[in-house]
Each structure stands twice: as structure tokens, then as C-alpha cells.
């Protein structure tokens, strides 16, 4: 059983930047699809970046140039650097992990057995 534990959450005024980190007790944490969602009060839980077991990421539209996820496989350990952070980037963010299909481009769908316990990330205007 993936057990995820994050930290890394907090507030800040718009612009700023901040660091979450999510570290999976697993000895195959490289061959995981890995992503991090976020979920603000009354809307719908959105991905906002994932990474496969070759390194390659993938991010949304919203953030793309601010926010870079990344993967340290030898501390097992998945990052999301947000910079130029917006008061819309607030909400409740969570690290998820899956199996990785072989063939097949990791992606937001489907299920995903292991999650973060999530950390706020407040942004002020």
C-alpha cells in the first residue's frame, strides 16, 4: 500500500511562490504515474500537472509557465514549483499516484489508488 505524505503549503500574496512536496513510501515510486490535483470550495477537483515514469510532464493551460512538477526518484519525492502565483491558484492541493499502462501516456483519468493528504495554498490579492 503507496502511503503519499505532503508538506509544503501556505499563504502568500499574488506573485509570489511557493514549494509543495510529496513523498511516497514505495520502493517502485519511479514507475508511478504522478500527479497533483487542486479542489477550491464549490468547484470541481482539477489536474494541474502530472509527470510519467520517463520524466515526461505535462501541465494545464492555467498554469502552465508558472507551476513545474518534478520527481526526485532517489528520495521519492514529487515537487510542484509554483511561481507567480494568483489569487485563483487558491485551494486545497493533493498528490496522487497510479499504475503506469504500458503504451499509454499518463493522464488525468482514471483511478488513482494512492493520494496526498492535501495542503492549502491561500493566495492573496
Known amino acids: 500500500q503507496v502511503q503519499l505524505a505532503q508538506s509544503g503549503g501556505g499563504s502568500v500574496q499574488a506573485g509570489g511562490s511557493l514549494r509543495l512536496a510529496c513523498t511516497a513510501s514505495?520502493?517502485?515510486?519511479?514507475?508511478?504515474?504522478k500527479a497533483w490535483f487542486r479542489q477550491a470550495p464549490g468547484k470541481e477537483r482539477e489536474g494541474v500537472a502530472l509527470v510519467d515514469s520517463d520524466d515526461y510532464t505535462n501541465h494545464a493551460d492555467s498554469v502552465k509557465g508558472r507551476f513545474t512538477i518534478s520527481t526526485d526518484n532517489n528520495k521519492n519525492t514529487l515537487y510542484l514549483q509554483m511561481n507567480s502565483l494568483k489569487p485563483e491558484d487558491t485551494a486545497m492541493y493533493y498528490c496522487a499516484v497510479k499504475n503506469e499502462v504500458p503504451g499509454r501516456a499518463c493522464d488525468y483519468d482514471g483511478t488513482w489508488h494512492a493520494w496526498g493528504q492535501g495542503t492549502q495554498v491561500t493566495v492573496a490579492s
Open positions: 514505495t520502493p517502485t515510486w519511479s514507475s508511478y504515474c
